[in-house]
């Protein structure tokens, strides 16, 4: 880390939940290790007692405290209110870097900021999508107008950080060649991330952990589990870790399939906690940036197989066999594949020592912070 006056940072993002919030925790215990203070701005409404748990941990070392204040998915009469409180405390704790992490995270900390700056703050705006509204179809009245305010709040940001090639490439494609500084700095692992994870005894055939909504693909992964196992001539066991609106609705869906497939569901745990409840892990996603899901999955000795989406080929390579198309039909014929002969299937994926040189979190954190210098330079 660069040897200068420490800063005042301060993290805004909506939900305590998945990858951004895995995200964040990972550049918080760094940057507090580096020796500056940092503070979170989140969501009072989303998560549970697994993402309390989290944040709890969190709270001793955040010097400029933890703040949630309810904040809505999506566009509503709510975000003035929310609005005007985040403003007043980010306002009282004087951040040098205001860093806003997906939609809602990004505009408060970039419109905020800017705010600051007309009073004579000198703030460093940044902003990293995690997907977030990169995920609006530009076809649709509603997607030409985020995109159209993307490009509007370009204005008001020193640094666009994108976590994968991907990412970077769709917000050109959809928004336009950002007009403002960026950088692209992947998601990176902590070396006990590398840990191996051996599943117990007894231990399901594959796991979905994640989110419980339609974007992550939990439904795809119960009827591929089902078909998978018509074409495995058996009953195929599944664990689906987490929770969420659809939760209720998987469930109901999983008991269709019930002659085919059998599946557990369990609330949201730790990644490398949920493991050991499977042979191989499958991210079905319909869309991502760069989810750590995979990365912790490798680095863990865990078989995988991902969707072909977003950032997850920078990860296991263009032409990885564990790469199918987010349908259940292709994913069923993979599962039955890797099930065959789980030990052979593992041999197809990249290595430990190439993910430690491409993905790791000291990199991810060194480089971020040279960013904001640079951007408090210029």
């Excluded at 977030?132 to 305010?149: C, K, M, Y």
């Amino acid at each position: 880390m660069i040897d200068r006056k420490p800063l005042r940072i301060v993290h805004c993002f909506r939900a305590p939940v998945g990858g951004i919030f895995r995200h964040v925790r990972d550049l918080i215990e760094l940057q507090v290790r580096a020796g500056h203070q940092v503070g979170i701005i989140c969501d009072a409404s989303t998560g549970g007692e697994f993402e309390e748990a989290m944040l709890a941990n969190l709270r001793d070392k955040l010097a400029l405290g933890l703040e949630r204040i309810a904040m809505q998915r999506q566009i509503g009469p709510g975000d003035a209110v929310a609005a005007f409180r985040t403003y007043k405390i980010i306002k009282k704790l004087q951040p040098d870097v205001l860093h806003g992490h997906g939609a809602k995270g990004g505009t408060y900390a970039r419109l905020f900021g800017s705010l600051l700056r007309v009073f004579g703050s000198r703030v460093a705006r940044f902003y990293s999508p995690h997907g977030g509204s990169l995920h609006f179809d530009p076809a649709t009245l509603q997607g030409r107008i985020i995109f159209r305010v993307e490009r509007m709040m370009e204005r008001m940001t020193d640094r666009i950080i994108f976590v994968s090639a991907f990412e970077q490439g769709i917000y050109a494609r959809k928004v336009g060649e950002p007009r403002c500084e960026f950088a692209l700095i992947y998601n990176g692992l902590a070396e006990s991330d590398f840990e191996p994870v051996v599943p117990k005894g007894g231990a399901a055939d594959f796991l979905f952990i994640g989110e419980m909504r339609a974007l992550k693909g939990p439904d795809i992964f119960i009827n591929a589990l089902a078909k998978a196992g018509t074409a495995s001539g058996r009953k195929l066991t599944g664990v689906m870790v987490g929770d969420g609106k659809d939760r209720a609705t998987l469930i109901e869906q999983s008991a269709k399939v019930q002659e085919d497939s059998e599946i557990s569901f369990l609330m949201p745990m730790k990644a490398r906690e949920a493991f050991r409840l499977a042979k191989v892990v499958v991210i079905p996603s319909r869309a991502e940036a760069l989810p750590y899901i995979v990365l912790e999955a490798l680095a863990a000795g865990q078989p995988v197989i991902a969707s072909r989406v977003g950032g997850i080929p920078e990860i296991l390579g263009e032409s990885s066999p564990a790469l199918v198309q987010p349908e259940a039909g292709e994913l069923a014929a993979r599962m039955a594949t890797a099930i065959r002969d789980v030990a052979a299937y593992k041999q197809t994926l990249p290595g430990i020592e190439a993910l430690k040189q491409k993905f790791s979190s000291e990199a991810m954190a060194a480089r971020l912070e040279t960013e904001y210098f640079s951007a408090l330079d210029g």
